[in-house]
């Protein structure tokens, strides 16, 4: 099976950096995902590891470390719109398929 | 692209009856996922299919549920008979291939009394 932890709610300031963990076990592994979804709305996908090592993608990277079953999401310069649930997903030995984390809330405040 | 198109948006039906959710994926994507997300459960997969075969159903809850691909542009979800604790948003999502991200749909908010 699959277990993935991530805080349940976060808060920042507008401007800052906000650093968002994830850690996984699985039974195998595929790949992580990192997904925002904003209130009511469905998620959409910000970035893929499957190597370790940082992914940057404008304000926001994405690290993996599989050894420790660790990855973060790191959003830079926060503005208020990236205030949303960001999701860690994990693709498993069943490399169809990914399972989600419950998700960090984050409120960015001005 | 118009992205994944799901139908309907909102669903509110009594106890009992039988409920279709549909999806039309983005052309060219192998993979349809069916998901459905509650505060308690959170995201949940239901069921996956690859170039339109089931390849995992596992997280289909029951036999109420079922789910069909006939063709590589459509698929549906029913629930038969529906139950208040169905009572969820539930998610289509595609992707191109296995490493690829996924691209949701807006989901259907499906309300059982």
């Known amino acids: 099976g699959q277990n993935i932890d991530q805080p349940t709610e976060m808060t920042a300031t507008e401007g800052a950096i906000v650093q968002i963990n994830c850690t996984y076990q699985?039974?195998?592994?595929?790949?992580l995902f990192w997904y925002q979804q904003h209130a009511g709305e469905a998620p959409t996908f910000l970035s893929y590891n499957v190597l370790d090592g940082l992914e940057e993608k404008g304000r926001f990277s994405s690290f993996l470390s599989r050894s420790k079953g660790y990855s973060y999401l790191l959003l830079k310069e926060l503005q208020m719109k990236d205030s949303a649930s960001y999701l860690c997903?994990?693709?498993?030995?069943?490399?169809?398929?990914?399972?989600f984390g419950d998700g960090t809330t984050l409120t960015v405040k001005p | 692209d118009a992205g994944v198109i799901q139908s309907p948006r909102h669903e509110v039906t009594e106890m009992g009856q039988e409920v279709t959710l549909r999806c039309k994926p983005i052309s060219g994507h192998d993979y349809l996922f069916w998901y459905r997300q509650t505060m308690m459960r959170g995201l949940e997969l239901l069921i996956y299919?690859?170039?339109?075969?089931?390849?995992?159903d596992s997280g289909m809850p029951e036999d109420r549920f079922s789910a069909k691909m006939p063709n590589a542009s459509f698929s549906t979800l029913k629930i038969q008979p529906s139950e208040p604790r169905d009572s969820a948003v539930y998610f289509c999502?595609?992707?191109?291939?296995?490493?690829?991200?996924?691209?949701f749909g807006s989901g259907t908010r499906l309300t059982v009394v």
């Open positions: 999502a595609s992707s191109r291939q296995a490493n690829y991200g996924y691209t």
């Open positions: 299919f690859n170039n339109n075969v089931p390849i995992d």
């Open positions: 997903a994990v693709r498993g030995e069943n490399a169809g398929k990914s399972t």
């Open positions: 699985t039974s195998g592994f595929n790949g």
